[in-house]
């Protein structure tokens, strides 16, 4: 299978250079990488195209998680789409190759890499980060309902693959304020396809956001579940509490009492924004986008 890597960027001229050369020096070869950029004011598509990369420039205003990659998605000539980042370095030369196998199975549409917390992260970041991306493979279907609830559905294109032709014949990703990925992921899902989680292929992604961030991401995360009508297959409040429980005993049995106060306002923060998320249509629109990340996708 022949493979098209996608990159969506934003003022990225730093982390081209090493995920470029961490792509092209992958045991399995990529045909192509493609670089969308929006309207970037650091030269990031300029040097792109230094490196080799196919170039898409778009303006800001017109980014959208979904559209964006679907734009790029359009003009690739895999036979299977690896989207990425551009803060997601590949662990090592395995990312493609690992990422392929589950794809063998003309019923798993999609695949997706494990995240590894970077070496500035914080413990709190890097207890999610394992939370979320644990290192044991899962195959996920419409029958996993009942033992997974919402984390059934969960996704994340920081790095993922997928078959060209089922993305084309789907339609693609929906236009979504967040969380395309995964509302991608549900339909596939629904429709009978299996997505496959691949610890074995690893990249290294992660953030040390502010409370203010926390609230205001999933806030977003909160509007596209609502959205994307997952709420009705499976309530993420189950997932929360043991979030919270296996972080407070984490921290707990490292000895890192002073982390624990910051883990539980991170987990208040983060409950706050998605309450309101969901709720987001009994707001005002400027309560909206005073809340989102994304403000511009409530004009």
Not at 139 to 160: E, P, Q, R, W, Y
Not at 171 to 197: C, H, P, T, W
Request: glycine share 6%; hydrophobic share 45%; with cysteine.
């Amino acid at each position: 299978m022949s493979i098209s890597v996608i990159i969506p960027t934003l003022n990225a001229s730093a982390l081209l250079d090493p995920i470029v050369r961490a792509i092209r020096g992958q045991l399995t070869a990529v045909a192509e990488i493609i670089v969308i950029d929006s309207a970037s004011v650091d030269n990031s598509a300029a040097i792109a195209g230094s490196l080799g990369c196919k170039v898409i420039k778009i303006d800001r205003a017109a980014f959208n998680h979904g559209t964006t990659r679907n734009i790029a998605a359009s003009a690739a000539s895999g036979d299977v789409i690896i989207f990425m980042t551009q803060d997601a370095l590949p662990a090592d030369n395995r990312l493609t190759q690992e990422l392929l196998v589950p794809l063998q199975d003309p019923q798993t549409a999609a695949s997706y890499a494990r995240q590894i917390a970077a070496a500035d992260a914080a413990p709190v970041e890097r207890f999610s980060r394992e939370f979320n991306y644990p290192g044991i493979p899962i195959l996920k279907s419409l029958d996993a309902l009942n033992a997974l609830g919402i984390k059934t559905f969960f996704f994340s294109n920081v790095c993922s693959a997928i078959k060209r032709e089922v993305f084309m014949e789907s339609g693609g990703f929906q236009s979504a304020i967040m969380n395309e990925d995964m509302l991608f992921a549900s339909r596939l899902i629904l429709s009978g396809y299996k997505v496959a989680y691949c610890p074995e292929a690893a990249v290294i992604h992660s953030h040390n956001y502010s409370f203010t961030k926390q609230f205001r991401r999933n806030f977003d995360i909160g509007v596209s579940l609502k959205e994307g009508r997952l709420l009705k297959y499976a309530n993420p409040g189950g997932e929360g509490l043991r979030y919270l429980r296996e972080g407070a005993a984490r921290l707990l049995n490292e000895g890192k009492y002073s982390w624990l106060l910051y883990f539980i306002l991170d987990s208040c923060f983060r409950y706050a924004g998605y309450s309101m998320g969901v709720r987001y249509d009994l707001l005002p629109k400027a309560l909206r986008r005073w809340m989102s990340i994304h403000p511009f996708y409530f004009r």
